[in-house]
């Protein structure tokens, strides 16, 4: 299993399926959790996801991604 292949598995679950919990995330896409544990973590110290809660408890979803819509308003 290479890196790259986890982060796009846990990339793609965590934008359909929302507020779930890293053992939830590992579990649906098939990769042990510290695999997993260390993409999700990846991607929040890169702003492409937010954690909700902490610990056992904390849920990960997705950076909401702008339009742009606001900056083209005057």
């Known amino acids: 299993m290479d890196r790259a292949t986890v982060d796009a598995a846990v990339l793609d679950y965590v934008a359909k ?5 890293g053992e939830e995330v590992a579990a649906a896409v098939g990769f042990d959790f510290a695999a997993v544990r260390r993409s999700l973590n990846g991607f929040v110290a ?9 610990g056992r408890g904390a849920r990960f979803k997705m950076v909401p ?7 083209a308003q005057p």
Do not use: F, I
């Open 46 to 54: 890169n702003s492409k996801m937010y954690v909700d809660g902490a």
């Open 65 to 71: 991604v702008s339009t742009g819509a606001a900056e």
């Open 17 to 21: 399926q929302p507020d779930k919990r």
